[in-house]
C-alpha cells in the first residue's frame, strides 16, 4: 500500500487555498467569457519565505522571484495556457490551477539568475505575453571566510562563497571597491578603517557577514606574532579549496598521545579581544586538547570533540586560566578506542582572536 505524502499533501492545500483567495479578489471572468488577449499585469507573492528574516507576503505585487518559490502571474487570456518561462526555461504549471486571470506557478529551481533576460513569457493558444521579472539567486553565502585575515589598508582581499551576483561589499559600515567578482569569489580593495572590522556581501537576496573580523588572525596563511609552528613538528601546510577559511590550512598525523607544538611568543595587545578561536577537523572523529600558554595538565586543558566536518571552536580568556598574554598554542591528540589512545589525523585552521561584542 502506498503511503500519503501529508507534507506534499498540505503544500497542495496550501497553494489551492490561496488560488482561491486569490480569485475571489481577481477573477471576474468565467469560462464563457474567457479574454482573447493575452497579457500579465503583475506577479504576486504566494508560499514565499523571505531571505531577510522580513515577515512573510502573500499575494503582494514583487519585481523579482526566486528558483523553486510558488507566485501567482495575475493578467488575462490564461485559460489556454500552454507554456511558462522565466529566462527562458520552461516552468510546470497544474492546470487546475489556472484560471482565465491567474495561473499559480512554482519557478523551476533550475532557473539561472545571471547573465539573462529577465523575462517572464506565457504562452496560450491566443498569442503570447513578456514581462519583465528578475530572478534572484538565494542569499549570498561565505564558505571559506576572506583572506588574508590581516590585511591592510589598500591592500587587495578576496571573499570566498557562493551566490555572489552583483556584490556590495562594507567592513563593518565603510563601502569597499570591488575589483572584481564571480558568483563564488570576490576581489575587493581593503579600505581605511577595514582593521577589527566584519566583512559583509550584499546582493539583491540578502546579506552574508563574517563570523570573524579583519586584522584578528594568528595563524591565516602564515603564522603570526611569533606564534607558528615549527617544522620539527613534521605538520604540512595544505593549500586547496577544503580550508575552512582561505586556501591554506595545517594537517598533522598525531601518534596516540602525539601532539602540534606551537612556537613561543608574547602578545599582550588583547584588550578588544574577549578570547581566542580555531577550526579543527580530523580524519576519524576523536578528541583533541587546547594546550594553552604551557597548560599541558589535563585540569586546565581544555578537551574539544572533534568530528570529520570543520568547526569553530571559542575559548574566553576566563576559560583560559584568566589569561593576560597569548604566549603559545599548542594541541594534544587524546583520541581513545577503550582506554587505549589511537592515531588521528587533524586539521588546523583559521586560529585567531574573538572580538568583544
Request: hydrophobic share 35%; charged share 20%.
Amino acid at each position: 500500500m502506498k503511503k500519503l505524502n501529508f507534507s506534499h499533501l498540505r503544500s497542495f492545500l496550501a497553494i489551492a487555498s490561496l488560488f482561491l483567495i486569490s480569485c475571489l479578489a481577481s477573477c471576474n471572468n468565467t469560462d464563457d467569457s474567457a479574454s482573447t488577449t493575452t497579457t500579465i499585469e503583475s506577479v504576486n507573492t504566494a508560499l514565499n519565505t523571505p531571505t531577510d528574516g522580513s515577515p512573510v507576503q502573500i499575494d503582494v505585487p514583487t519585481q523579482t522571484g526566486l528558483p523553486n518559490n510558488t507566485y501567482f502571474i495575475k493578467g488575462t487570456g490564461f485559460l489556454t495556457l500552454q507554456k511558462v518561462y522565466f529566462n527562458g526555461v520552461e516552468s510546470y504549471f497544474n492546470p487546475t490551477l489556472v484560471t482565465d486571470t491567474v495561473i499559480v506557478i512554482t519557478i523551476d529551481q533550475d532557473t539561472p539568475y545571471e547573465n539573462v533576460s529577465s523575462e517572464l513569457k506565457v504562452v496560450t493558444k491566443n498569442g503570447t505575453a513578456t514581462y519583465h521579472f528578475v530572478i534572484a539567486p538565494p542569499a549570498p553565502v561565505l564558505t571559506r571566510g576572506f583572506s588574508p585575515v590581516n590585511a591592510a589598508d589598500g591592500s587587495t582581499m578576496t571573499i570566498y562563497g557562493d551566490f555572489f551576483l552583483d556584490p556590495i561589499v562594507t567592513f563593518g559600515t565603510i563601502p569597499a571597491t570591488v575589483i572584481s567578482s564571480t558568483l563564488t569569489e570576490i576581489k575587493v580593495k581593503v579600505p581605511v578603517g577595514a582593521d577589527k572590522q566584519l566583512v559583509s556581501v550584499k546582493t539583491i537576496s540578502g546579506t552574508a557577514t563574517s563570523t570573524y573580523a579583519v586584522g584578528t588572525a594568528i595563524f591565516d596563511e602564515v603564522g603570526f606574532y611569533g606564534l607558528d609552528f615549527p617544522s620539527w613538528n613534521n605538520h604540512t601546510i595544505v593549500s586547496d579549496e577544503k580550508a575552512d577559511q582561505g586556501l591554506v590550512y595545517i594537517k598533522k598525523k598525531m601518534d596516540a598521545w602525539g601532539n602540534i607544538q606551537g612556537n613561543w611568543g608574547w602578545y599582550d595587545k588583547i584588550a578588544d579581544y574577549k578570547g581566542i578561536r580555531f577550526s579543527i577537523k580530523a580524519e576519524s572523529s576523536g578528541k583533541l586538547r587546547l594546550i594553552f600558554n604551557g597548560g599541558w595538565s589535563d585540569d586546565v586543558a581544555p578537551e574539544l570533540d572533534v568530528t570529520t566536518e570543520w568547526t569553530t571552536y571559542e575559548f574566553t580568556w576566563e576559560q583560559l586560566q584568566n589569561a593576560t598574554r597569548v604566549q603559545n598554542i599548542s594541541f594534544k591528540n587524546t583520541s581513545k578506542s577503550g582506554n587505549d589512545g589511537i592515531e588521528n589525523t587533524f586539521y588546523i585552521d583559521n586560529i585567531g582572536f574573538v572580538l568583544k561584542k
